[in-house]
Protein backbone atom coordinates (compact mmCIF):
# COMPACT_ATOMS: atom_id res chain seq x y z
CA UNK A 1 0.00 0.00 0.00
CA UNK A 2 1.68 3.29 -1.08
CA UNK A 3 0.46 6.41 0.28
CA UNK A 4 0.91 10.10 0.27
CA UNK A 5 1.80 12.78 1.36
CA UNK A 6 4.46 10.43 3.30
CA UNK A 7 6.80 10.63 5.65
CA UNK A 8 10.77 9.83 4.95
CA UNK A 9 12.46 6.69 5.90
CA UNK A 10 16.15 7.55 5.90
CA UNK A 11 17.49 9.62 8.85
CA UNK A 12 20.04 10.78 5.57
CA UNK A 13 16.77 12.02 3.72
CA UNK A 14 16.01 14.23 6.54
CA UNK A 15 19.20 15.94 5.93
CA UNK A 16 19.13 16.46 2.82
CA UNK A 17 15.62 17.61 3.11
CA UNK A 18 17.27 20.97 5.18
CA UNK A 19 18.82 22.19 1.96
CA UNK A 20 16.42 21.52 -0.59
CA UNK A 21 13.20 23.25 0.92
CA UNK A 22 11.37 24.54 -2.01
CA UNK A 23 8.08 25.52 0.14
CA UNK A 24 9.64 27.85 2.82
CA UNK A 25 8.27 31.34 3.33
CA UNK A 26 10.20 34.44 2.54
CA UNK A 27 6.97 36.75 3.29
CA UNK A 28 8.12 38.48 6.23
CA UNK A 29 4.34 38.89 7.45
CA UNK A 30 3.39 34.97 7.06
CA UNK A 31 4.36 35.08 10.60
CA UNK A 32 1.13 36.73 11.45
CA UNK A 33 -1.21 34.35 10.15
CA UNK A 34 -3.86 32.93 12.27
CA UNK A 35 -3.07 34.80 14.84
CA UNK A 36 -6.12 36.34 15.21
CA UNK A 37 -7.59 33.59 16.47
CA UNK A 38 -5.00 33.79 19.18
CA UNK A 39 -3.36 30.47 18.09
CA UNK A 40 0.18 31.49 17.42
CA UNK A 41 2.42 31.14 20.52
CA UNK A 42 5.94 30.46 19.45
CA UNK A 43 7.36 30.52 16.12
CA UNK A 44 10.46 29.33 14.36
CA UNK A 45 10.28 30.65 10.79
CA UNK A 46 13.82 32.50 9.95
CA UNK A 47 14.00 34.63 6.79
CA UNK A 48 16.59 35.80 4.81
CA UNK A 49 18.32 38.18 6.65
CA UNK A 50 18.20 42.12 5.44
CA UNK A 51 19.80 43.71 8.66
CA UNK A 52 21.13 42.68 12.04
CA UNK A 53 17.81 41.82 13.20
CA UNK A 54 16.91 38.86 10.99
CA UNK A 55 18.10 36.75 13.28
CA UNK A 56 14.95 37.45 15.50
CA UNK A 57 12.22 34.60 16.05
CA UNK A 58 9.58 34.69 13.32
CA UNK A 59 11.93 35.25 10.60
CA UNK A 60 13.18 32.31 8.14
CA UNK A 61 17.29 31.25 7.22
CA UNK A 62 18.17 29.71 4.40
CA UNK A 63 18.73 25.65 5.13
CA UNK A 64 16.04 25.32 8.37
CA UNK A 65 12.99 24.24 8.75
CA UNK A 66 9.83 26.28 9.53
CA UNK A 67 7.82 25.63 12.72
CA UNK A 68 5.34 27.41 14.64
CA UNK A 69 3.70 26.19 17.97
CA UNK A 70 0.14 27.01 18.20
CA UNK A 71 -2.47 27.57 21.41
CA UNK A 72 -5.26 25.15 20.39
CA UNK A 73 -2.76 22.28 20.92
CA UNK A 74 -3.60 22.24 24.10
CA UNK A 75 -7.21 22.02 23.22
CA UNK A 76 -6.69 19.04 21.10
CA UNK A 77 -4.98 17.69 23.39
CA UNK A 78 -7.83 18.45 26.56
CA UNK A 79 -10.35 16.84 23.60
CA UNK A 80 -9.09 13.53 23.06
CA UNK A 81 -7.78 13.01 26.42
CA UNK A 82 -11.13 13.32 27.31
CA UNK A 83 -13.23 10.70 24.85
CA UNK A 84 -10.18 8.18 25.53
CA UNK A 85 -11.28 8.91 29.22
CA UNK A 86 -14.93 7.75 28.74
CA UNK A 87 -13.43 4.46 26.50
CA UNK A 88 -11.66 3.64 29.44
CA UNK A 89 -14.08 4.07 32.06
CA UNK A 90 -16.55 1.97 29.58
CA UNK A 91 -13.28 -1.00 29.83
CA UNK A 92 -13.31 -1.26 33.81
CA UNK A 93 -16.85 -0.06 34.60
CA UNK A 94 -18.29 -3.69 34.75
CA UNK A 95 -15.16 -5.68 36.31
CA UNK A 96 -15.32 -3.13 39.55
CA UNK A 97 -18.44 -4.61 40.43
CA UNK A 98 -18.21 -8.04 38.84
CA UNK A 99 -20.09 -9.85 41.77
CA UNK A 100 -22.99 -7.82 41.41
CA UNK A 101 -23.18 -7.88 37.41
CA UNK A 102 -22.81 -12.00 38.03
CA UNK A 103 -25.82 -12.07 40.15
CA UNK A 104 -27.94 -9.15 38.09
CA UNK A 105 -27.25 -10.92 35.10
CA UNK A 106 -27.23 -14.22 36.02
CA UNK A 107 -23.80 -15.24 34.23
CA UNK A 108 -20.44 -16.92 34.99
CA UNK A 109 -17.84 -14.89 36.42
CA UNK A 110 -16.09 -16.18 32.88
CA UNK A 111 -18.34 -14.26 31.01
CA UNK A 112 -18.36 -10.99 32.93
CA UNK A 113 -14.87 -11.32 32.84
CA UNK A 114 -15.15 -11.20 28.90
CA UNK A 115 -16.64 -7.91 29.17
CA UNK A 116 -13.14 -6.55 30.07
CA UNK A 117 -11.37 -8.95 28.18
CA UNK A 118 -13.22 -8.31 24.91
CA UNK A 119 -11.29 -5.07 24.74
CA UNK A 120 -8.28 -6.63 24.46
CA UNK A 121 -9.42 -9.43 21.68
CA UNK A 122 -10.60 -7.28 19.77
CA UNK A 123 -7.49 -4.96 20.02
CA UNK A 124 -5.17 -7.75 18.20
CA UNK A 125 -6.26 -8.16 14.84
CA UNK A 126 -8.05 -4.53 13.98
CA UNK A 127 -5.20 -2.70 15.35
CA UNK A 128 -3.09 -2.97 11.56
CA UNK A 129 -6.58 -2.15 9.90
CA UNK A 130 -6.68 0.81 11.97
CA UNK A 131 -3.18 1.93 12.41
CA UNK A 132 -3.37 1.99 8.02
CA UNK A 133 -6.32 4.41 8.34
CA UNK A 134 -4.13 6.65 11.00
CA UNK A 135 -1.35 7.03 8.42
CA UNK A 136 -3.39 7.16 5.26
CA UNK A 137 -6.28 9.52 6.42
CA UNK A 138 -5.16 11.00 9.69
CA UNK A 139 -5.72 12.12 13.41
CA UNK A 140 -9.35 13.91 12.40
CA UNK A 141 -10.50 10.68 10.33
CA UNK A 142 -9.59 8.63 13.36
CA UNK A 143 -10.60 10.67 16.05
CA UNK A 144 -13.68 10.65 14.22
CA UNK A 145 -14.30 6.80 14.31
CA UNK A 146 -13.16 6.55 17.69
CA UNK A 147 -15.60 8.91 19.63
CA UNK A 148 -18.28 7.80 17.14
CA UNK A 149 -18.10 4.21 17.95
CA UNK A 150 -17.38 5.06 21.57
CA UNK A 151 -20.71 6.93 21.73
CA UNK A 152 -22.81 4.23 19.80
CA UNK A 153 -21.93 1.24 22.21
CA UNK A 154 -22.60 3.73 25.00
CA UNK A 155 -26.61 3.74 24.04
CA UNK A 156 -26.52 -0.03 23.08
CA UNK A 157 -25.01 -0.11 27.06
CA UNK A 158 -28.53 1.29 27.95
CA UNK A 159 -30.25 -0.89 25.83
CA UNK A 160 -28.61 -3.36 27.44
CA UNK A 161 -29.75 -2.97 31.06
CA UNK A 162 -32.16 -5.70 31.73
CA UNK A 163 -31.75 -9.24 33.83
CA UNK A 164 -31.85 -10.91 30.25
CA UNK A 165 -30.01 -8.69 27.85
CA UNK A 166 -26.77 -9.98 28.68
CA UNK A 167 -25.87 -10.59 24.88
CA UNK A 168 -27.09 -7.03 24.14
CA UNK A 169 -24.49 -5.66 26.95
CA UNK A 170 -21.76 -7.93 25.42
CA UNK A 171 -22.38 -6.77 22.07
CA UNK A 172 -22.36 -2.81 23.26
CA UNK A 173 -18.84 -3.95 25.01
CA UNK A 174 -17.54 -5.19 21.85
CA UNK A 175 -18.69 -1.86 20.03
CA UNK A 176 -16.88 0.30 22.69
CA UNK A 177 -13.51 -2.31 21.98
CA UNK A 178 -13.49 -1.45 18.60
CA UNK A 179 -13.56 2.06 19.38
CA UNK A 180 -10.39 1.54 21.41
CA UNK A 181 -8.40 0.60 18.44
CA UNK A 182 -8.86 4.37 17.01
CA UNK A 183 -7.91 5.94 20.58
CA UNK A 184 -5.25 3.84 22.47
CA UNK A 185 -2.67 4.48 20.15
CA UNK A 186 -2.78 7.84 19.85
CA UNK A 187 -1.06 10.08 22.30
CA UNK A 188 2.40 10.01 20.70
CA UNK A 189 1.27 10.59 17.61
CA UNK A 190 -1.17 13.34 18.85
CA UNK A 191 2.12 14.50 20.69
CA UNK A 192 4.33 14.45 17.70
CA UNK A 193 1.96 16.31 15.12
CA UNK A 194 0.92 19.10 17.83
CA UNK A 195 3.49 19.63 20.24
CA UNK A 196 7.38 20.79 20.22
CA UNK A 197 10.65 19.02 21.04
CA UNK A 198 11.16 20.10 24.66
CA UNK A 199 7.19 19.35 25.15
CA UNK A 200 6.34 16.13 23.27
CA UNK A 201 7.18 13.54 25.77
CA UNK A 202 4.72 15.88 28.44
CA UNK A 203 2.04 15.57 25.91
CA UNK A 204 2.13 12.12 25.01
CA UNK A 205 1.97 11.05 29.33
CA UNK A 206 -1.25 14.02 29.37
CA UNK A 207 -2.92 11.71 26.81
CA UNK A 208 -2.06 8.48 28.26
CA UNK A 209 -3.14 10.59 31.35
CA UNK A 210 -6.84 11.02 30.18
CA UNK A 211 -7.26 7.22 29.88
CA UNK A 212 -5.89 6.46 33.24
CA UNK A 213 -8.85 9.19 34.34
CA UNK A 214 -11.32 6.68 33.06
CA UNK A 215 -9.70 3.43 34.61
CA UNK A 216 -10.12 5.63 38.08
CA UNK A 217 -13.55 6.74 37.18
CA UNK A 218 -14.17 3.49 36.40
CA UNK A 219 -13.07 1.97 39.91
CA UNK A 220 -14.80 4.66 41.63
CA UNK A 221 -18.00 5.32 40.74
CA UNK A 222 -19.63 1.87 39.37
CA UNK A 223 -19.68 0.93 43.25
CA UNK A 224 -21.17 3.85 44.40
CA UNK A 225 -24.17 4.05 41.46
CA UNK A 226 -24.52 -0.04 41.57
CA UNK A 227 -25.02 -1.06 45.11
CA UNK A 228 -24.87 -4.72 46.05
CA UNK A 229 -28.54 -4.78 47.07
CA UNK A 230 -30.58 -7.57 47.57
CA UNK A 231 -33.43 -5.77 46.03
CA UNK A 232 -32.70 -6.48 42.16
CA UNK A 233 -34.68 -3.13 41.09
CA UNK A 234 -32.32 -1.10 43.50
CA UNK A 235 -29.34 -2.45 41.03
CA UNK A 236 -31.22 -2.19 37.86
CA UNK A 237 -31.71 1.78 38.75
CA UNK A 238 -28.21 1.89 39.62
CA UNK A 239 -27.07 0.98 36.08
CA UNK A 240 -29.59 2.90 34.17
CA UNK A 241 -28.42 5.69 35.88
CA UNK A 242 -24.57 4.88 35.14
CA UNK A 243 -25.48 4.34 31.16
CA UNK A 244 -27.44 6.92 30.70
CA UNK A 245 -25.03 9.26 31.87
CA UNK A 246 -22.03 7.43 30.30
CA UNK A 247 -23.81 8.25 26.82
CA UNK A 248 -24.94 11.63 26.90
CA UNK A 249 -21.49 12.64 28.24
CA UNK A 250 -20.24 10.73 25.24
CA UNK A 251 -22.35 12.08 22.73
CA UNK A 252 -21.39 15.27 23.59
CA UNK A 253 -17.92 15.40 23.05
CA UNK A 254 -18.80 13.26 19.58
CA UNK A 255 -20.22 16.64 18.50
CA UNK A 256 -17.26 18.46 20.37
CA UNK A 257 -14.52 16.30 17.91
CA UNK A 258 -16.78 16.96 14.87
CA UNK A 259 -16.68 20.34 15.38
CA UNK A 260 -13.29 21.22 16.52
CA UNK A 261 -11.08 18.10 16.24
CA UNK A 262 -8.27 18.69 13.55
CA UNK A 263 -6.25 16.69 11.82
CA UNK A 264 -2.64 18.88 11.74
CA UNK A 265 -1.25 22.49 12.36
CA UNK A 266 -0.90 24.40 9.44
CA UNK A 267 2.95 24.60 10.13
CA UNK A 268 4.45 21.90 11.70
CA UNK A 269 5.75 22.35 15.29
CA UNK A 270 9.24 20.52 15.25
CA UNK A 271 11.81 19.91 12.71
CA UNK A 272 11.63 16.63 13.16
CA UNK A 273 8.09 16.95 11.22
CA UNK A 274 8.73 19.41 9.13
CA UNK A 275 10.95 16.53 7.57
CA UNK A 276 7.82 14.53 7.47
CA UNK A 277 5.10 16.74 6.21
CA UNK A 278 7.81 17.99 3.27
CA UNK A 279 9.20 14.33 2.63
CA UNK A 280 7.59 13.31 -0.76
CA UNK A 281 8.88 9.94 -0.16
CA UNK A 282 6.11 7.30 -0.62
CA UNK A 283 4.76 5.97 2.40
CA UNK A 284 4.00 2.44 2.53
CA UNK A 285 2.54 0.66 5.80
CA UNK A 286 3.07 -2.96 5.47
CA UNK A 287 6.73 -1.77 4.85
CA UNK A 288 6.98 0.28 8.12
CA UNK A 289 5.70 -3.20 10.15
CA UNK A 290 8.10 -5.09 8.47
CA UNK A 291 11.07 -2.55 9.37
CA UNK A 292 9.53 -2.62 13.01
CA UNK A 293 9.72 -6.40 13.10
CA UNK A 294 13.57 -6.68 12.34
CA UNK A 295 14.03 -3.73 14.20
CA UNK A 296 15.84 -5.86 17.53
CA UNK A 297 15.52 -3.11 19.77
CA UNK A 298 11.71 -2.61 18.97
CA UNK A 299 11.10 -6.15 19.44
CA UNK A 300 12.59 -6.50 23.25
CA UNK A 301 10.70 -3.12 23.67
CA UNK A 302 7.40 -5.05 22.09
CA UNK A 303 7.83 -7.80 24.59
CA UNK A 304 8.48 -6.11 27.83
CA UNK A 305 6.09 -3.17 27.21
CA UNK A 306 3.50 -6.44 26.78
CA UNK A 307 4.49 -8.04 29.94
CA UNK A 308 3.83 -5.08 32.04
CA UNK A 309 0.74 -3.45 30.29
CA UNK A 310 -0.55 -6.90 30.24
CA UNK A 311 0.30 -7.17 34.12
CA UNK A 312 -1.47 -4.23 34.51
CA UNK A 313 -4.65 -5.15 32.49
CA UNK A 314 -4.98 -8.70 34.62
CA UNK A 315 -4.92 -6.97 37.87
CA UNK A 316 -7.38 -4.09 37.08
CA UNK A 317 -9.63 -6.84 35.68
CA UNK A 318 -9.55 -9.23 38.29
CA UNK A 319 -9.04 -6.63 41.03
CA UNK A 320 -12.36 -6.88 42.47
CA UNK A 321 -11.61 -11.35 42.99
CA UNK A 322 -8.21 -10.71 44.47
CA UNK A 323 -9.57 -8.28 46.86
CA UNK A 324 -12.59 -9.98 48.01
CA UNK A 325 -11.42 -13.15 48.40
CA UNK A 326 -9.09 -11.56 51.42
CA UNK A 327 -11.64 -8.53 52.62
CA UNK A 328 -15.27 -10.14 51.69
CA UNK A 329 -17.74 -7.52 51.71
CA UNK A 330 -15.63 -4.67 50.76
CA UNK A 331 -16.64 -3.93 46.88
CA UNK A 332 -16.43 0.10 47.82
CA UNK A 333 -12.96 -0.27 49.20
CA UNK A 334 -12.24 -2.40 45.87
CA UNK A 335 -13.24 0.75 43.94
CA UNK A 336 -11.07 2.63 46.16
CA UNK A 337 -8.04 0.91 45.44
CA UNK A 338 -8.65 0.50 42.26
CA UNK A 339 -8.91 4.40 42.20
CA UNK A 340 -5.73 4.62 44.59
CA UNK A 341 -3.99 2.63 41.87
CA UNK A 342 -5.02 4.94 38.75
CA UNK A 343 -4.45 8.21 40.51
CA UNK A 344 -0.82 7.48 41.81
CA UNK A 345 -0.10 6.09 37.91
CA UNK A 346 -1.50 9.41 36.67
CA UNK A 347 1.46 11.15 38.92
CA UNK A 348 3.74 8.57 37.56
CA UNK A 349 2.73 9.19 34.32
CA UNK A 350 2.57 13.02 33.94
CA UNK A 351 6.20 12.94 36.35
CA UNK A 352 8.05 10.53 34.09
CA UNK A 353 6.85 12.67 30.72
CA UNK A 354 8.49 15.72 32.05
CA UNK A 355 11.85 14.07 33.37
CA UNK A 356 12.33 12.38 30.02
CA UNK A 357 11.27 16.25 28.52
CA UNK A 358 14.47 17.44 30.89
CA UNK A 359 16.72 14.53 31.21
CA UNK A 360 15.91 12.58 27.70
CA UNK A 361 17.47 9.27 29.50
CA UNK A 362 14.83 7.53 27.79
CA UNK A 363 16.37 3.84 28.55
CA UNK A 364 17.81 4.22 32.20
CA UNK A 365 14.46 5.67 33.22
CA UNK A 366 12.52 2.72 31.88
CA UNK A 367 14.78 0.06 33.43
CA UNK A 368 14.26 1.68 36.65
CA UNK A 369 10.75 1.83 36.98
CA UNK A 370 10.66 -1.34 35.21
CA UNK A 371 12.19 -3.10 37.93
CA UNK A 372 10.61 -0.66 40.92
CA UNK A 373 6.93 -2.19 39.33
CA UNK A 374 8.46 -5.87 39.71
CA UNK A 375 9.05 -5.01 43.19
CA UNK A 376 5.90 -3.50 44.04
CA UNK A 377 4.03 -6.30 42.83
CA UNK A 378 6.21 -8.64 45.18
CA UNK A 379 5.11 -6.19 48.18
CA UNK A 380 1.32 -5.99 47.06
CA UNK A 381 1.50 -10.10 46.75
CA UNK A 382 2.71 -10.84 50.26
CA UNK A 383 1.21 -8.25 52.32
CA UNK A 384 -2.33 -8.73 50.68
CA UNK A 385 -3.31 -10.97 53.34
CA UNK A 386 -2.42 -9.22 56.63
CA UNK A 387 -5.72 -8.24 57.26
CA UNK A 388 -5.02 -4.16 57.21
CA UNK A 389 -6.78 -2.30 53.87
CA UNK A 390 -4.83 0.58 54.98
CA UNK A 391 -1.56 -1.73 53.79
CA UNK A 392 -3.05 -3.06 50.48
CA UNK A 393 -3.65 0.59 49.53
CA UNK A 394 -0.59 1.81 50.35
CA UNK A 395 1.46 -1.34 48.00
CA UNK A 396 -1.27 -1.12 45.41
CA UNK A 397 -0.57 3.06 45.30
CA UNK A 398 2.69 2.08 44.56
CA UNK A 399 2.19 -0.70 42.10
CA UNK A 400 -0.21 1.74 40.02
CA UNK A 401 2.76 4.72 40.52
CA UNK A 402 5.38 2.42 38.57
CA UNK A 403 3.41 -0.08 36.66
CA UNK A 404 1.02 2.93 34.89
CA UNK A 405 4.00 5.28 34.55
CA UNK A 406 5.54 3.05 32.69
CA UNK A 407 2.80 3.77 29.63
CA UNK A 408 3.87 6.95 28.12
CA UNK A 409 7.37 5.54 28.60
CA UNK A 410 7.23 3.06 26.14
CA UNK A 411 5.50 4.54 23.66
CA UNK A 412 7.95 7.48 23.58
CA UNK A 413 11.34 5.21 24.02
CA UNK A 414 9.22 3.51 20.95
CA UNK A 415 9.05 6.85 19.16
CA UNK A 416 12.64 7.36 19.63
CA UNK A 417 14.50 4.29 18.54
CA UNK A 418 11.84 3.73 15.66
CA UNK A 419 11.91 7.22 13.70
CA UNK A 420 11.11 8.21 11.47
CA UNK A 421 8.44 5.63 11.59
CA UNK A 422 4.88 6.59 12.02
CA UNK A 423 4.72 6.74 16.02
CA UNK A 424 0.97 5.61 15.31
CA UNK A 425 2.67 2.50 13.64
CA UNK A 426 4.91 1.69 16.72
CA UNK A 427 2.03 2.46 19.16
CA UNK A 428 -0.19 0.43 17.38
CA UNK A 429 2.06 -2.20 17.98
CA UNK A 430 2.80 -2.03 21.26
CA UNK A 431 -0.87 -1.56 22.42
CA UNK A 432 -1.02 -5.20 20.25
CA UNK A 433 1.41 -7.16 22.08
CA UNK A 434 -0.32 -5.59 25.43
CA UNK A 435 -3.98 -6.88 24.54
CA UNK A 436 -2.14 -10.04 24.02
CA UNK A 437 -0.46 -10.71 27.04
CA UNK A 438 -3.31 -8.89 29.01
CA UNK A 439 -5.72 -12.00 27.29
CA UNK A 440 -3.26 -14.72 28.88
CA UNK A 441 -2.28 -13.25 31.52
CA UNK A 442 -6.16 -12.51 32.41
CA UNK A 443 -6.93 -16.14 31.79
CA UNK A 444 -4.00 -17.82 33.38
CA UNK A 445 -4.54 -15.54 36.71
CA UNK A 446 -8.00 -16.06 36.61
CA UNK A 447 -7.56 -19.73 36.51
CA UNK A 448 -4.69 -19.54 39.47
CA UNK A 449 -7.20 -17.36 41.64
CA UNK A 450 -10.22 -19.98 41.04
CA UNK A 451 -8.75 -23.46 41.15
CA UNK A 452 -5.48 -22.44 43.51
CA UNK A 453 -4.94 -19.40 45.51
CA UNK A 454 -4.58 -15.78 45.51
CA UNK A 455 -0.74 -16.22 46.02
CA UNK A 456 -0.41 -18.11 43.49
CA UNK A 457 -2.51 -15.55 40.78
CA UNK A 458 -0.27 -12.30 42.34
CA UNK A 459 3.45 -14.40 41.83
CA UNK A 460 2.02 -15.22 38.43
CA UNK A 461 2.21 -11.71 37.76
CA UNK A 462 5.46 -11.56 39.88
CA UNK A 463 7.32 -14.15 37.32
CA UNK A 464 6.42 -12.07 34.41
CA UNK A 465 7.50 -8.45 35.55
CA UNK A 466 10.60 -10.07 36.44
CA UNK A 467 11.49 -11.86 33.43
CA UNK A 468 10.14 -8.35 31.68
CA UNK A 469 12.59 -6.18 33.84
CA UNK A 470 15.68 -8.17 32.24
CA UNK A 471 14.69 -7.87 28.57
CA UNK A 472 14.16 -3.86 29.20
CA UNK A 473 18.04 -3.99 30.27
CA UNK A 474 18.96 -5.75 27.02
CA UNK A 475 17.45 -2.71 25.05
CA UNK A 476 19.74 -0.75 22.87
CA UNK A 477 19.41 2.96 23.04
CA UNK A 478 19.43 4.29 19.88
CA UNK A 479 17.45 7.89 20.06
CA UNK A 480 16.86 9.03 16.52
CA UNK A 481 14.30 11.08 16.62
CA UNK A 482 16.52 13.52 19.27
CA UNK A 483 19.26 12.71 16.92
CA UNK A 484 16.80 14.61 14.30
CA UNK A 485 15.86 17.55 16.51
CA UNK A 486 19.83 18.40 17.27
CA UNK A 487 20.10 18.06 13.71
CA UNK A 488 17.79 20.48 12.91
CA UNK A 489 18.54 23.15 16.06
CA UNK A 490 22.38 22.52 14.66
CA UNK A 491 21.10 23.86 11.02
CA UNK A 492 19.17 26.69 12.52
CA UNK A 493 22.70 27.92 14.71
CA UNK A 494 24.00 27.61 11.58
CA UNK A 495 22.06 29.26 9.51
CA UNK A 496 21.80 32.14 11.91
CA UNK A 497 25.64 32.07 12.20
CA UNK A 498 26.50 32.33 8.54
CA UNK A 499 23.56 35.45 8.14
CA UNK A 500 25.14 37.32 10.80
Avoid at 57 to 78: A, D, H, I, N, Q
Wanted: net charge neutral; proline share 5%; charged share 15%.
Amino acid sequence: VNIKPARAYLYSDWSRNLGTQTNMSTDPTQGLENQSAGEIISESAPSKPTDSSSSCRGEESPGSPRTKLYVRRWFMLLLFSSYSLTNAFQWIHYSVISNIVVRYYQASILAVDWLSMVYMLVYIPLIFPATWTLDRYGLRVVGLLGSSLNCIGAWLKVAGVGRERFAVTMFAQTVCSVAQIFILGMPARVAAVWFGPREVSTATSIGVFGHQVGVALGFLIPPVLVPNAPDIAVVERGMNIMMFGTAGITTLLFILVIIFFKEKPPIPPSPAQASIFESDAEYSYIGSVKRLMKSVPFILLFITYGINTGSFYAISTLLNQVVLSKYPGEEVNVGRIGLTIVLTGLLGSVLCGVWLDRTRTFKGTTVVVYILSFLCMIAFTFTLDLGYLAIVFVTAGALGFFMTGYLPLGFEFAAEITYPESEGTSSGLLNASAQTFGIALTLFMGYLLNNLSTLAGNLCLCVTLFIGAIVTGLIKSDLRRLRAQQAGEDANVESKTTAL
